[in-house]
């Protein structure tokens, strides 16, 4: 909105200018979308206090502290996520930008979808929420609404393409089922952080960081000359996506105040989804989908150790783990919970950095 106002004004006021740089515009989007979250969250976090009388349930079958450290504590704080990461965005990127448009539908129908889950389980008072099956129909139909307006939007000789990190001049012809991987980049973005958001501070962190290393690379293939240097497949007005990735790192670390141990809140799957979603989105979008795959490697790891978990017990009758997701394997190891958290934050930095070596690779 500050762009579409103040830009046409640029030549003639100097100070009006500086709404045409993208990292002006993303270091702004960032800072807003950090005041917002600080301003609204007491407020939210009161709301939504309000009809969680029992806060959010615990898992029976879960380690036994978190029935004690976790109790009461409301959970649905994706709402303040989100209310800080569109409004930042409106206000900083060019509304042209049809590409910033899919990703915020991605985002915010997960969150909604997200929302949904929760309200159920808060008000029926159990951990079961909206059935896996509906969620992966709407995760399914909103991931290919995203896909395919994204696909519309890319150059033809980039659209039906699976860009590889390493191999830059190899794109994998997918043509007019691309789309279908696109949608399942976003559902897998989307439920793998979800089932990382299991601790306080653990899911959120390692998303401000791939958000971080996807507001680079927006930035990059948005950009002619740069893409051309690093070999990258240019995606024209993907910079804008660099704007809305800033203002996602913002409303993580305005959440991530109230989120911090002891939490007074938890994202829940209005958060969780649709941070998911988002970074899938942002993935598709910029032609980076493997890349999502190395930085989030954390969440990565923690979905495979799921999958692994679910088909060795119904296989064998035994555990693999002593329980799945990954991170509660190492609380029931005896692992304190800021442990856990810290060390795993410091695998996702090293995921990341290994993720921006693949853009210099030639």
């Excluded at 089922?177 to 959120?204: C, E, K, Q, R, W």
């Excluded at 942002?282 to 692994?308: D, N, P, Q, R, Y």
């Amino acid at each position: 909105m500050i762009f579409n106002l103040f830009a046409p004004y640029a030549e003639e006021f100097a100070l009006f200018n500086l709404v045409r740089y993208t990292t002006f515009r993303a270091g702004a989007a960032c800072l807003t979308a950090l005041v917002f979250s600080l301003v609204l969250g007491p407020a939210v976090i009161r709301w939504l206090r309000g009809f969680q009388r029992g806060g959010q349930p615990i898992r029976a079958d879960g380690p036994q502290s978190h029935l004690v450290t976790k109790k009461g504590t409301p959970t649905m704080g994706g709402v303040l996520i989100l209310l800080a990461l569109v409004l930042s965005t409106l206000l900083w990127v060019d509304l042209r930008s049809g590409l910033v448009w899919a990703a915020m539908l991605v985002t915010v129908a997960y969150g909604l979808l997200g929302f949904a889950d929760d309200w159920l389980k808060v008000t029926k008072r159990n951990t079961k929420g909206v059935s896996g099956r509906m969620k992966l129909y709407v995760q399914a139909a909103f991931g290919l609404v995203g896909a395919l307006w994204i696909w519309w939007l890319h150059p033809p000789s980039i659209a039906g393409g699976l860009a590889l990190p390493v191999f830059k001049d190899v794109l994998i012809p997918f043509g007019i089922f691309f789309p279908l991987i696109g949608a399942l980049v976003m559902m897998g973005a989307s439920n793998a952080v979800n089932l990382t958001d299991g601790l306080d501070g653990l899911a959120i962190v390692p998303a401000m960081i791939a958000a971080g290393v996807f507001a680079l690379i927006a930035y990059l293939v948005g950009n002619r000359v740069l893409a051309d240097y690093l070999q990258l497949h240019a995606v024209p007005g993907a910079n804008e996506l660099a704007v809305f990735c800033a203002a996602l790192i913002g409303a993580g670390l305005g959440f991530l105040w109230f989120n911090a141990p002891p939490a007074a809140v938890f994202m829940g799957d209005t958060g969780s989804l649709a941070l998911g979603g988002a970074l899938g989105a942002v993935a598709v979008a910029t032609k980076h989908e493997v890349v999502l795959a190395i930085v989030g490697g954390l969440f990565v790891v923690e979905t495979v150790s799921v999958i692994i978990q679910v088909f060795w017990y119904k296989r064998t009758g035994r555990r693999v783990f002593l329980m799945a997701p990954l991170h509660h394997h190492f609380e029931k190891k005896g692992w304190a919970e800021p442990t856990i958290v810290i060390r795993f934050w410091i695998i996702a930095m090293v995921l990341a950095l290994v993720g921006l070596s693949t853009l210099k690779i030639r």
